[in-house]
């Protein structure tokens, strides 16, 4: 509007994983919309678009399809409750999974109901969980987890796979059902489920974000043993049922394989880091960097309250990078080695307004 021109890190807090206005994407989109986007019922590309997540993702059977993530997670409780007739759902403490009474981040506007049958344990810690599962009794109908620790305003956490494999284990052992939420890291890490390169299935995820790249769709899929109790609960919204989004997600998924889009991110995260990581050592700061590469998190020394944090990012932005104080940042496949130099060069003046303000340390 202005004539500013950003590199943009935050990738619409995750859904633009192939960049903004990914030719093959808004080619699909186009001609979906010129046959009909919202209708009475689905279009053929909803068929394909879940038989692409099924085909991409180890654990699947089947998936279903509805516009959030919020709605993916919330439809994932539901169908474990369905299956196991229990209540209890065990989930780590401080982990987001949406804005649905069951787990929003703040209280007002939440009764104890709404969260009566949510308990709670450390990410990567096994026997927090099992203590969790041994109150709830016999009641776990499901254990959701994030497939590594990605809580805003804290350090990331790289899942234990002994964790994962716990996890696994105990809901096999109690006959409850094991979640992850796909709907920030999905297609970042691997293309397919977060945890098959460590050899964990769950047996439902939560997908959103990155699989319309930036059209609104999200998806719960499932195991076979799962297919029935997913169709009996009721699910729906006027707009689910929108094929643009599908077809977006149809050409989405199909150019992160063909276009390697997690090698692509990885380096470009990579590159990231290690400018970052020199440019803080120049300037005398602390930083750390934690997490996947292609989702990067940036942390101060010494700034609970995150003002080095945001002195940082208001300078960025006023240089042209687009990255936020709390939350990780996202890059995308179509990030370039350049968009990194010119990205660097507005974290470089953050990093002296840091030093300007607060000094070094
Ligand atoms: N789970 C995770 C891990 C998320 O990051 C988010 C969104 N930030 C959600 C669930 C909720 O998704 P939505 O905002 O699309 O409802």
Not at 173 to 186: K, N, Q, S
Not at 284 to 309: C, H, I, S, W, Y
Request: with cysteine; glycine share 10%.
């Amino acid at each position: 509007m202005d004539g500013n021109e950003y590199v943009d890190l935050m990738c619409s807090f995750g859904p633009v994983i192939l960049g903004h206005k990914h030719p093959a994407v808004e080619r699909a989109v186009a001609a979906q919309r010129a046959l009909g986007d919202t209708q009475a019922g689905p279009a053929p590309c909803m068929v394909e678009a879940a038989e692409l997540l099924v085909d991409r993702v180890a654990h699947a059977d089947w998936a279903m399809f509805a516009k959030n993530g919020t709605d993916a997670t919330t439809i994932c409780l539901m169908v474990a409750r369905a299956a196991t007739g229990r209540s209890t759902v065990l989930a780590a403490t401080g982990a987001y999974h949406g804005s649905a009474p069951w787990c929003t981040i703040r209280l007002d506007g939440v009764t104890p109901g709404d969260r009566a049958s949510i308990a709670y344990y450390e990410f990567n810690d096994i026997a927090s969980v099992e203590r969790a599962a041994e109150q709830a009794g016999g009641d776990v109908a499901a254990i959701i987890v994030s497939p590594f620790k990605h809580d805003a305003g804290f350090d990331q956490e790289l899942v234990d796979p002994g964790f994962a494999r716990g996890l696994r284990a105990l809901c096999d052992r109690i006959g409850a059902v094991l979640i992850t939420d796909e709907v920030r890291a999905g297609f970042r890490l691997n293309d397919g489920g977060s945890w098959e390169p460590i050899g964990v299935a769950p047996d439902l995820s939560a997908w959103s974000k990155a699989i319309g790249n930036g059209y609104p769709l999200a998806a719960v899929l499932g195991t076979e043993s799962l297919g029935a109790a997913a169709s009996r609960i009721f699910v729906t919204g006027s707009f689910w049922y929108q094929a643009v989004p599908m077809a977006a997600s149809v050409a989405t998924i199909t150019a992160i394989r063909d276009e390697g889009a997690v090698p692509a991110m990885e380096a470009i995260g990579t590159r990231l880091r290690d400018g970052i990581e020199r440019q803080a050592q120049a300037a005398g700061l602390t930083v750390f960097q934690t997490g996947p590469v292609q989702m990067p998190n940036l942390r101060f020394a010494e700034d609970r309250r995150f003002a080095k944090a945001g002195t940082f990012c208001g300078a960025a932005v006023e240089h042209g990078v687009i990255v936020h104080p709390r939350h990780n940042w996202f890059v995308s496949a179509a990030h370039t080695d350049q968009d990194v130099e010119r990205a660097l060069e507005g974290t470089w003046e953050g990093f002296q307004a840091v030093r300007r303000q607060f000094g070094p340390g």
